[in-house]
């Protein structure tokens, strides 16, 4: 019998260690290390020396198998994949507990079911009536789906070798996951590791494709799924707050596809309904003629989505004045805050500053700068902008407004919208796309958009 050989893994990373110790020099995290039993990761009888076996060498224009994506019957989750599930490939769907993982995921095997491909349903968090349940209320009961509540890999692997090749295999989730080559506790790194990668090979080999459900949590006690992020093809990151209807799914990693590609679905009391148009929604519940709300016309991934940024500026009782952000990124409002400082003659460190996007989006570009900067002028001067304008365009240190990217669709997407007005970089007039019908309002630096507020 193999020596027992005990170790200490970050839970977090997977960066093993002798001894037991506080930090994570790896990743830097705290408490995440825990012991786990690494003896067996390879079986005993591959570990012996053995003369590898030769395997043929093909060409890269060779002939592959026939229709590699598969589409699964949603158009938002489509989008977020890149056109649809590639065969052979392992996607990784990670997301806080109860945001609606297990919801989005029957829904799609039903979908691919109803048209006619095998798809299964593996849950090891839930029994068989659990599901069927959830089904049932998302009225899609009659849905020829393979369902099982099943933990262990081989027994997972030998079942679904038979038959005909499932055409999508769902996991619910990956961290109740275990395999027999290794002694590990299920939950640990060690069995998070192999089980995913022995359904990976599976993957490989058969040409399914396969979900992966991952929760996101802090706790050491169960393995994050970080460490089988670059093990799959895909990640995506299903989010939303808590108390929004709104869930955003977005592709943080995708070999086969666009990142930063959203899809955005609506909780109801029937499941996760698709929202075409997200526009309308982040801006259905318009604080009209308020100041401190300025509309920004975004780019999310391939689609110009518009949403209402909200900022108060107020006096402040503190010593240092509060800055809170809520879906944007706090250093460029820190920068956008010193902008108007240094360059415009805004004094803003006795205020307090708070942003917020509205609807639950996260916002990562840089062209949110003049929009977030029409806002918060216009809370601190209470006078509010114009209802019909939207904003758009990168601050630079210098108090400058640089010109952004795709400047016509997020025209198009205003004008569709019945904006009047766009308040825009300089350059970015006479580009190719014409002004889609909208009165624009250039401006070439920060000072000029301050003046006009105030
Ligand atoms: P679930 O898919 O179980 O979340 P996860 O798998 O990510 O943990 O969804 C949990 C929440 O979704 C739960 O709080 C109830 C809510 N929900 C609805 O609002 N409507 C529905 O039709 C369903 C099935 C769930
Ligand atoms: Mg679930």
């Given at each position: 019998m193999a020596k027992s050989t005990l170790s200490f893994v970050c839970q977090n990373c997977g960066a093993a260690y002798n001894r037991w110790q506080g930090k994570c020099e790896a990743c830097g995290e705290w408490n995440t290390l825990a012991e786990e039993d690494t003896t067996g990761s390879v079986p005993v009888s591959i570990r012996s020396k053995r003369k590898g076996r030769t395997f043929a060498l093909e060409s890269l224009s060779g002939k592959t198998q026939d229709a590699p994506r598969l589409s699964s019957g949603m158009a938002e989750l489509d989008r977020v994949t890149g056109g649809g599930f590639v065969r052979g490939s392992v996607l990784l769907v990670g997301g806080d507990p109860g945001i609606g993982k297990s919801t989005l995921l029957t829904q799609a095997?039903?979908?691919?079911?109803?048209?006619?491909?095998?798809?299964?349903?593996?849950?090891?968090?839930?029994?068989?009536?659990?599901?069927?349940?959830?089904?049932?209320?998302?009225?899609?009961?009659?849905?020829?789906?393979?369902?099982?509540?099943?933990?262990?890999?081989?027994?997972?692997?030998?079942?679904?070798?038979?038959?005909?090749?499932?055409?999508?295999?769902?996991?619910?989730?990956?961290?109740?996951?275990?395999?027999?080559?290794?002694?590990?506790?299920?939950?640990?790194?060690?069995?998070?590791?192999?089980?995913?990668?022995?359904?990976?090979?599976?993957?490989?080999?058969?040409?399914?494709?396969?979900?992966?459900?991952?929760?996101?949590?802090?706790?050491?006690?169960?393995?994050?799924?970080?460490?089988?992020?670059?093990?799959?093809?895909?990640?995506?990151?299903?989010?939303?707050?808590?108390?929004?209807?709104?869930?955003?799914?977005?592709?943080?990693?995708?070999?086969?596809?666009?990142?930063?590609?959203?899809?955005?679905?609506?909780?109801?009391?029937?499941?996760?309904?698709?929202?075409?148009?997200?526009?309308?929604?982040?801006?259905?519940?318009r604080d009209l003629g308020s100041p401190g709300t300025a509309v920004f016309a975004g780019i999310e991934g391939t689609r110009p989505v518009l949403v209402e940024l909200q900022a108060l500026v107020a006096p402040t009782s503190l010593g240092t004045p509060r800055r809170a952000v809520v879906g944007w990124d706090p250093s460029r409002l820190s920068m956008v805050l010193a902008v108007l400082e240094a360059h415009c003659g805004v004094k803003l460190s006795g205020h307090d500053v708070y942003l917020n996007v509205a609807g639950g989006l996260r916002i990562q570009e840089p062209a949110?700068?003049?929009?977030?900067?029409?806002?918060?002028?216009?809370?601190?001067?209470?006078?509010?902008?114009?209802?019909?304008?939207?904003?758009?365009?990168?601050?630079?240190?210098?108090?400058?407004?640089?010109?952004?990217?795709?400047?016509?669709?997020?025209?198009?997407?205003?004008?569709?919208?019945?904006?009047?007005?766009?308040?825009?970089?300089?350059?970015?007039?006479?580009?190719?796309?014409?002004?889609?019908?909208?009165?624009?309002?250039?401006?070439?630096?920060?000072?000029?958009?301050?003046?006009?507020?105030?």
């Open positions: 095997t039903s979908m691919m079911a109803r048209a006619g491909h095998r798809a299964v349903y593996i849950s090891g968090e839930e029994a068989v009536a659990q599901v069927r349940l959830r089904a049932e209320r998302l009225g899609l009961a009659d849905a020829p789906v393979q369902l099982a509540s099943e933990t262990s890999v081989e027994d997972i692997v030998s079942t679904l070798s038979e038959g005909a090749v499932p055409r999508l295999i769902v996991i619910d989730s990956i961290q109740t996951m275990w395999t027999d080559t290794v002694e590990s506790a299920p939950g640990t790194v060690t069995q998070v590791r192999a089980s995913a990668q022995a359904l990976i090979r599976f993957a490989k080999k058969t040409g399914a494709a396969i979900i992966l459900v991952g929760h996101v949590t802090k706790d050491g006690q169960i393995a994050g799924p970080r460490v089988v992020e670059h093990m799959v093809d895909a990640v995506l990151s299903f989010e939303g707050e808590g108390s929004q209807q709104f869930r955003i799914l977005r592709s943080v990693k995708n070999r086969f596809g666009a990142t930063d590609e959203i899809g955005v679905f609506e909780m109801t009391g029937l499941g996760l309904r698709e929202v075409t148009n997200p526009s309308e929604l982040f801006l259905s519940e949110a700068d003049l929009a977030a900067a029409a806002a918060l002028v216009s809370s601190l001067v209470n006078a509010p902008l114009p209802t019909d304008a939207v904003y758009f365009g990168e601050i630079s240190l210098s108090g400058a407004v640089r010109p952004v990217a795709q400047t016509p669709a997020r025209l198009k997407e205003a004008n569709k919208l019945g904006f009047g007005r766009a308040i825009l970089p300089e350059s970015a007039r006479g580009e190719p796309g014409g002004d889609a019908g909208l009165v624009l309002n250039s401006v070439g630096n920060l000072t000029t958009l301050v003046a006009e507020i105030a």
